[in-house]
């Protein structure tokens, strides 16, 4: 079902729904939250309304401590390509007990515009999580990103000081080679300009 041609009454009917269903605030415990397919439907409904609340009750399921529910919304969020999004899926992507399941949340990041976010994602690449890495790697090579020089020294000195931790991936020097030259091909595409600064 897709928003586009939806009915009054069937809008009105799943605002009634989606009220019902989710109270984030009060914490209530729904059955719903442990179906994986019931709650992508909702969110694929809070998707496809197309208005501010529904909106910002997609944004709130971002906030459930439950990693299904947070990858429901971040896949929904993925196929609207919403930048309104985007400071939100990154606070989600901070959260301490986000951590270790954060690679959804990552992915539906890198479809929005993160021009922005180049250091962002060498720190989620140096991460120690497979799937992070992966979806980090990927934007880290198909996104435009405004890199100045100062940037790429930073990149450089993540990486140094990744390469002394004890924190490492297994497969942690493959990681480090894909990341130096990445940064070496920005560090090349700079202006002139930006080479001396």
Not at 5 to 22: D, L
Not at 44 to 54: D, E, I, Q, T
Not at 137 to 145: I, T, V
Request: proline share 4%; aromatic share 10%; with cysteine.
């Amino acid at each position: 079902m897709h928003g586009i041609g939806m009915s009054n009454g069937k809008k009105e009917y799943a605002n009634q729904r989606i009220n019902k269903m989710i109270n984030l605030k009060g914490r209530k415990i729904n059955p719903y939250w442990y179906d994986f397919e019931k709650i992508l439907k909702i969110a694929r409904l809070l998707g496809n309304l197309k208005k501010p609340k529904a909106f910002s009750l997609l944004i709130s399921l971002l906030d459930a401590r439950t990693p299904f529910i947070r990858d429901a919304a971040a896949i929904i969020l993925y196929e609207l390509k919403d930048n309104r999004a985007k400071p939100y899926l990154i606070k989600a992507i901070n959260k301490p007990w986000n951590k270790n399941n954060r690679g959804t949340l990552v992915h539906a990041l890198t479809y929005l515009d993160c021009r922005d976010l180049f250091l962002f994602f060498v720190q989620l690449a140096l991460s120690n999580e497979y799937e992070t890495q992966s979806h980090a790697l990927n934007a880290l090579y198909e996104q435009y990103f405004m890199v100045k020089e100062s940037d790429v020294k930073n990149a450089e000195l993540m990486i140094e000081k990744y390469i002394k931790s004890k924190n490492k991936c297994k497969d942690y020097k493959l990681l480090i080679d894909e990341l130096r030259t990445l940064i070496k091909s920005k560090k090349e595409s700079l202006p002139p300009h930006h080479k001396y600064r």
